[in-house]
């Protein structure tokens, strides 16, 4: 794997990701053109947050892309993407043709119309598997993760490390977290991606839920379909380079930096 370091940043605090990208930024530069490609898409990132989606994406669609993070300092990750987009400093930040983005399922929607292969990640639209493919496209931020978090929340703040329901202005919701874990396991169960019978977008959409929902008291029992996918998919060799460029360090080194 090779590092390039960003102009803007030095080598110990710029990483900028190899793999597809890096490929197409030496093809550039042995044709004696910049070795910047105009078509890359950069990154702004924080390991073990949302942003791995799109490294995954521009991976599987060999995508030339930059990564800027700063391994193993959350903090300074951070103040990367808000010195560039301090209005709405969230992971993923993207750049991309002199436009800012933030939300990751449209990031995702929009690079898959723009670059060739996009169509490779979603099932055709006169497929029965389209509508499960964009349900989940959305499902995955409009419902999944938002409830999953009302309900996080109060455990942290609680202390307890029990799943309550979450209530919003002192009234119940009526869909909860657990009932969030149980609507995925029972798709999964029954289907071998979220985008039914195909590896698609939604399915790097979905995969972040699953980590967050790994990291709550939930009862693995309710939970083990959705485990055997997330192997599944993680499996793939996309995904992997995509892992060892957003989170080098591995899972448990976060999470024993956020204790
Ligand atoms: N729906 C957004 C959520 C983005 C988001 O909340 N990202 C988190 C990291 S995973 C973040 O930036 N949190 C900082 C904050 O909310 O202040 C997306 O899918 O991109």
Redesign the pocket.
């Known amino acids: 794997m090779s590092h390039k370091t960003s102009s803007a940043f030095s080598r110990r605090e710029a990483i900028v990701a190899a793999g597809a990208g890096a490929a197409l930024l030496a093809t550039g530069a042995a044709e004696g053109k910049s070795s910047v490609p105009q078509d890359k898409v950069t990154i702004y990132h ?1 390991e073990g ?2 942003s791995q989606r799109i490294i995954w994406l521009c991976e599987e669609l060999a995508i030339p892309y930059e990564v800027k993070f700063k391994r193993g300092d959350t903090m300074a990750s951070l103040n990367m993407l808000k010195a560039v987009n301090p209005k709405m ?4 930040t993207v750049v991309f043709r002199g436009k800012t983005m ?4 449209g990031i995702i929607e929009y690079l898959m119309s723009q670059f060739p292969g996009g169509e490779r990640l979603a099932p055709k639209t006169s497929s029965p598997d389209y509508a499960d493919y964009k349900m989940w496209m959305h499902y995955a ?1 409009g419902t999944a ?1 938002c409830r999953i978090n009302a309900e996080a929340m109060r455990e942290l703040a609680d202390r307890d490390r029990t799943i309550k329901p979450a209530t919003i202005g002192g009234v119940f919701r009526i869909v909860g977290a657990q009932d969030v874990v149980d609507f995925l396991e029972a798709y999964i169960a029954t289907h071998p991606y979220f985008g039914g019978n195909t590896f698609s977008a939604a399915d790097i959409m979905m995969d972040f839920v699953a980590t967050y929902i790994k990291t709550l008291p939930f009862d693995p029992a309710t939970y083990r379909n959705l485990d055997l996918w997330q192997a599944k998919v993680q499996a793939r060799p996309a995904c992997q380079r995509a892992l060892s460029i957003g989170l080098p360090d591995g899972p448990e080194k976060l999470r024993s930096q956020r204790k």
């Open positions: 924080i947050r949302r400093a969230m992971a993923p933030v939300e990751s399922g931020e993760a």
